[in-house]
């Protein structure tokens, strides 16, 4: 997003006039901030209530000192870490590959395609439920899952898909 759009946007949040000249002064003096910046602060600023006797449009300065708020809480951040580095803790488990790469199970010759398989450390964690499921299909004459398939082939080590720590899938 541009940033005269980011400023327009926060000015019509704000019901404020926000005439071409101001437009122009505006990204003159904030022209030295990362936009992404400039438009988290400005949408931050939009979702504020204006104080009394307060401009309608926030001032540089207002948005400057929220960037310098936003980039200070950025930095405090921890840096993620994850338990399995593999899926980097997608909460469905899925990881993508690349066929003919990684081979994505067709039989017959295809084009090259990603696709996805779900992480071994996912099958693992919801087993029981996979297991569980399985069995109310069965009794109901349905097919074996997916999911169930996958955890089989985990459990007698024949999954395919198992990336190696710091080996990219894709």
């Known amino acids: 997003m541009s940033l005269a759009l980011t400023l327009t946007l926060l000015a019509r949040a704000r019901q404020a006039e926000f005439a071409e000249e101001d437009q ?3 990204a003159h003096v904030l022209r030295d901030l990362d936009l992404g910046l400039i438009g988290a602060a400005c949408e931050e600023l939009a979702r504020e209530p204006r ?3 307060a ?3 926030p001032t540089v300065g207002d948005i400057r000192a929220r960037c310098e708020r936003i ?5 405090q951040e ?3 870490t994850f338990a399995c580095p593999k899926c980097q803790d ?3 488990g899925w990881i993508q590959w690349e066929c003919p790469q990684t081979h ?3 039989a017959r010759p295809h084009a090259p395609h990603p696709f996805t398989a779900r992480c071994p450390c996912w099958l693992r964690r919801n087993g029981a439920m996979i297991r569980l499921r399985d069995q109310k299909n069965r009794e109901k004459g349905r097919p074996q899952t997916q999911d169930a398939i996958a955890l089989g082939e985990l459990e007698s080590g024949a999954y395919p898909y198992i990336p190696q720590v710091g080996q990219s899938p894709t």
Do not use: D, W
């Open 24 to 26: 122009i002064i505006y």
């Open 51 to 53: 104080e009394a006797f």
């Open 55 to 57: 401009s309608t449009m």
């Open 71 to 75: 980039e200070y809480a950025r930095a």
């Open 78 to 80: 921890p840096l993620a």
């Open 90 to 92: 997608e909460p469905n």
């Open 104 to 106: 994505c199970g067709r």
